[in-house]
């Protein structure tokens, strides 16, 4: 009996450990094997500062607030500017509405955060990066240098293969100057 009980016990150590070493990857948002939803509020630290200077710890929240997708986002991007081509063949254009908070943790608080469009990268549901697209968003374009406390909510475009139902969209501080603590956030585009 005493045998049985430790095999036991064994299982459950292991069953218990492997659980709890796979937590921090079941965290929506986390990686590309489990994207968030939207509408799904992330946050994640970013540290601010360049060279030799003091690095701030801020703050950020994101979430993907709208997806359009095929002729309506077409539709929008082709309102936007009149030098906006359509999509090429077997394409679709995404727009993604996304809230992005800033907040300084402690003082001075005067990092400012550069946040630009080419943080914001599409992936195939099979984690292959699609080619940055080149047209004017409808108005505003995620683009904006923040300022601790403040909040900003902008439009991304994104192309992706037609018959891809969950093409994914990263952000990536690092891709600015600043450094994503935790890594990069992770949303599926539907």
């Not at 292991?14 to 990857?25: C, D, G, M, Y």
């Not at 965290?27 to 360049?50: D, K």
């Not at 904006?144 to 093409?167: I, N, Q, Y």
Request: hydrophobic share 40%; aromatic share 10%.
């Amino acid at each position: 009996m005493k045998g049985a009980s430790l095999h036991y016990f064994l299982a459950f150590l292991i069953i218990f450990v492997l659980t709890v070493s796979a937590a921090p990857a079941q965290t929506p948002g986390s990686s590309p094997a489990n994207p968030a939803p939207a509408g799904t509020l992330l946050a994640g630290i970013i540290e601010c500062g360049q060279g030799y200077t003091s690095h701030e710890l801020y703050d950020m929240k994101i979430t993907l607030v709208e997806v359009v997708r095929g002729e309506e986002a077409w539709k929008r991007i082709a309102r936007a500017s009149s030098s906006n081509k359509p999509a090429s063949a077997g394409f679709d254009y995404i727009l993604a509405r996304v809230r992005f908070e800033y907040h300084a943790r402690g003082t001075p608080g005067l990092c400012v955060h550069q946040l630009l469009p080419g943080q914001f990268t599409a992936y195939s549901a099979d984690g292959d990066e699609y080619k940055a697209v080149s047209v004017v968003p409808p108005a505003p374009e995620m683009r904006k240098d923040l300022k601790s406390g403040e909040t900003f909510e902008g439009w991304l475009a994104l192309m992706v293969a037609r018959e891809d139902m969950a093409p994914l969209m990263s952000y990536s501080a690092d891709k600015g100057g600043a450094i994503a603590h935790g890594g990069g956030k992770w949303f599926v585009l539907r």
